[in-house]
């Protein structure tokens, strides 16, 4: 686009100084068209250094945007973390009353009762008690179980 522009005014230029015989009106219409051409060029200095100055804008604006939804998208992936973490099963050694099996179950604290592998029997899940207690008291059964026959002291 500059290109055509440069040869156009070259091709003005050689075009006037091949038909202006005159030296005066030669040198009169050289100045005016030096005028003419340094005003086009600071007007377009100008308008490239405004939309110079709109681009880099506009590139700020993009960049505080995508960190913002980068910020937006951590937060979502740590709510979803949170909230899908309640979800994943835990597992537990489970030892078995009847049998004596101990196995190992994912369950969640929803889950009321378990079967044995081995016996098939089905065992109550307690989640009231604390493990740690019952283990320190040496009491074996709480007693909140309906199927084991040892609950009777």
């Known amino acids: 686009m500059l290109d055509d522009l440069k040869k156009e005014l070259l091709s003005f230029i050689k075009d006037i ?8 009106d030669l040198l009169y219409i050289t100045k005016r068209l030096d005028q003419l051409v340094d005003g086009i060029l600071k007007q377009t200095e ?5 939309k110079e100055k709109e ?6 604006i993009q960049e505080i945007q995508n960190f913002k939804l980068q910020e937006l998208q951590n937060r979502v992936d ?3 973390e949170d909230i899908y973490e309640d979800d994943i099963e835990d597992e537990f050694q ?10 190992n179950a994912y369950v ?3 889950v009321l009762e378990i079967s044995c592998p081995e016996c098939s029997n089905r065992i109550e899940l307690d989640w009231s008690g604390n493990l740690e207690d019952e283990q320190s008291n040496n009491s074996g059964c709480s007693g909140s179980c309906s199927q084991c026959g040892g609950c009777e002291s």
């Not at 100008?46 to 405004?50: A, E, Q, R, S, T």
């Not at 681009?55 to 700020?60: E, F, G, Q, T, V």
């Open 46 to 50: 100008k308008i490239l250094d405004y």
């Open 55 to 60: 681009l880099s804008s506009i590139i700020n």
């Open 108 to 110: 969640d604290d929803e």
């Open 78 to 80: 740590n709510l979803c």
């Open 94 to 103: 489970i030892s078995c009353p009847y049998c004596g099996l101990e196995f």
């Open 17 to 24: 100084n091949n038909n202006i015989k005159d030296e005066e």
